[in-house]
């Protein structure tokens, strides 16, 4: 029995992947995308590309709203995904810099 509980609790951890912060901003993945739409009701995510000029702009402000929510303990959470890098979730995109 403690070997089954000890499995299934290994199981649980390796589903779940750790969702990180970039100054403030949740950094998403094809890993901890779900999980981050799971657990934050109220959630804006940027599709950028590294390359994308609208981006690199978009990115210190984004930086200062979602550390202003964070100071005002908003339950609004900014996440962003580097479509480049998570293409199964870019597919659905009509270009980078895209807000859902």
């Known amino acids: 029995m ?7 609790s290994l199981l649980v951890g390796l589903s779940l992947a ?11 993945t094809e890993a901890n995308f779900q999980e981050a739409i799971d657990a934050h009701e109220f959630l804006l995510v940027e599709f950028y590309a590294p390359w994308c000029g609208h981006c690199k702009a978009l ?10 929510l964070a100071e005002k303990d908003s339950p609004i959470k900014l ?7 998570s293409l199964s979730l870019q597919r659905s995109l009509m270009s980078e810099a895209t807000l859902l």
């Open 79 to 85: 996440g962003k995904v580097d479509a480049t890098e």
């Open 2 to 8: 403690m070997k089954l509980l000890l499995f299934s």
């Open 59 to 68: 990115a210190p402000e984004y930086v200062k709203a979602a550390q202003t």
């Open 18 to 28: 750790e969702i990180t912060k970039d100054e403030g901003v949740l950094v998403l």
